[in-house]
T-cell receptor, first 113, second 112 residues
């Protein structure tokens, strides 16, 4: 199993643009979570999806949205990009129960100019 | 609100010396606690979690509810232990799903 995969690996955008990040979970995992990791900080929770439903949302503005597809893959969308959105975006998958170990992807590094 | 604090950003120890990475948390309920590790150029991976009570790569961690701590320990550090370590909390119960709250991480360097 390749583990959690994310695309693209790197991305450069300018302020005001929109970005879509993609994640494929480990086979058999039904839950996907998204985290933002700013340089020098730990990952910060953005969203969790389970069976295509949003199960949790962190303290992020409405510019951030996500969805999960029937095959359990997921997209994170960020509108009206700000310089402060520059970060490593991590996707993690888990089986779907409560307090499950999360398995992380390699991340997408987003730079907003 | 839940919070995880790792007071040391950087920690250096000599090979063979004991190592302790500190983690304190604040949460009104009963949390599950994890340690994740990130080796150079690798993805974040689980090192251990409290409920399994396993010892992984010689590391152990004890949950002290009185001191709200979950410090990571190893009696004899090895060079391959050099990595970034993150403590994480996931709240039990309620409708919180599977949200993880991470500390800011401690970068451990084991000096040969």
């Amino acid at each position: 199993d390749a583990g959690v995969t994310q695309s693209p690996t790197h991305l450069i955008k300018t302020r005001g643009q929109h970005v879509t990040l993609r994640c494929s979970p480990i086979s058999g995992h039904k839950s996907v979570s998204w985290y933002q990791q700013v340089l020098g900080q730990g990952p910060q929770f953005i969203f969790q999806y389970y069976e295509k439903e949003e199960r949790g949302r962190g303290n992020f503005p409405d510019r951030f949205s996500a969805r999960q597809f029937p095959n359990y893959s997921s997209e994170l969308n960020v509108n009206a990009l700000l310089l402060g959105d520059s970060a490593l975006y991590l996707c993690a998958s888990s089986l779907g129960g409560t307090i499950e170990t999360q398995y992380f992807g390699p991340g997408t590094r987003l730079l907003v100019l | 609100a839940q919070r995880v604090t790792q007071p040391e950003k950087l920690l250096s120890v000599f090979k063979g010396a004991p190592v302790e990475l500190k983690c304190n948390y604040s949460y009104s309920g009963s949390p599950e606690l994890f340690w994740y590790v990130q080796y150079s150029r690798q993805r974040l991976q689980l090192l251990l979690r409290h409920i399994s009570r396993e010892s992984i790569k010689g590391f152990t961690a004890d949950l002290n509810k009185g001191e709200t701590s979950f410090h990571l320990k190893k009696p004899f550090a090895q060079e391959e232990d050099s990595a970034m370590y993150y403590c994480a909390l996931s709240p039990w119960g309620g409708n919180t799903g599977n949200q993880f709250y991470f500390g800011t991480g401690t970068s451990l360097t084991v000096i040969p």
